[in-house]
């Protein structure tokens, strides 16, 4: 167990739906970074937050938004789906000290099918 | 260009054998981590075994050894008296550090290794 919660484990729902992926982070963990797998793209980056702010955006779609609460966990929106959007989301997280490399730690994904 | 090259897509390994999955990274920053993760077919992401840019030995996690070759940029993960359970699919990941306090990540396409009774 990496200590990275995700909710729900499985969503299925249908094109032009809005669905929100929940991630709560590592105790101590205050960087959340999204993650998209798909059988044809691979992990791809999607966003990470830092301490409740956007630290970096990777190839996430308008249709997408994510944000982190005070609370460190985070949610990330997906709307307007689409059938290509059926993947794996993945919630990883790390400390992100200032200075050193820290590891990043994965949830256990939530697995969309948009019908 | 690549940061990290995963060459294998699929490997086949016999069980109690031992096996070279490799990785070779590209980068300009002195430092900068290398990792490896396991997804099984339950999907999960299972973080195996890290190697600092400094660090001066191999790192090791019990039948995981990474043996990084730093000159040549390659980082291959070897697994030891390989088990049925080592059936997976195995990432290759770098993280850089960039200003800011913020720490990029890369990864693989993964090799897919599968152990043979």
């Known amino acids: 167990d990496s200590g990275v919660t995700q909710t729900p484990k499985h969503l299925i729902t249908a094109t032009g739906q809005r669905v929100t992926l929940r991630c709560s982070p590592r105790?101590?963990?205050?960087?959340v970074y999204w993650y998209q797998q798909s059988l044809d793209q691979g992990l791809q980056f999607l966003i990470q937050y830092y301490n409740g702010e956007e630290r970096a955006k990777g190839n996430i779609l308008e249709r997408f938004s994510a944000q982190q609460f005070p609370d460190l966990h985070s949610e990330l929106n997906l709307s307007s789906l689409e059938l290509g959007d059926s993947a794996l989301y993945f919630c990883?997280?790390?400390?992100?000290?200032?200075?050193?490399?820290?590891?990043?730690?994965f949830g256990p994904g939530t697995r969309l099918t948009v019908l | 260009a690549q940061k990290i090259t995963q060459t294998q897509p699929g490997m086949f390994v016999q069980e109690k054998e031992a096996v070279t999955l490799d990785c070779t990274y590209d980068?300009?920053?002195?430092?900068?981590?290398l990792f490896w993760y396991k997804q099984p077919s339950s999907g999960e992401m299972i973080f195996l075994i890290y190697q600092g840019s400094y660090d001066q030995q191999n790192a090791t996690e019990g039948r995981y050894s990474l043996n990084f070759q730093k000159a040549r940029k390659s980082a291959n993960l070897v697994i030891s008296a390989s088990q049925l359970g080592d059936s997976a699919m195995y990432f290759c990941a770098m993280r850089e550090p960039l200003s800011g306090g913020y720490q990029k990540v890369t990864f693989g396409t993964g090799t897919k290794l599968q152990v043979i009774p």
């Open positions: 980068t300009s920053d002195p430092s900068y981590g």
């Open positions: 990883a997280s790390s400390l992100e000290r200032e200075s050193g490399i820290d590891t990043q730690y």
């Open positions: 105790s101590g963990d205050l960087s």
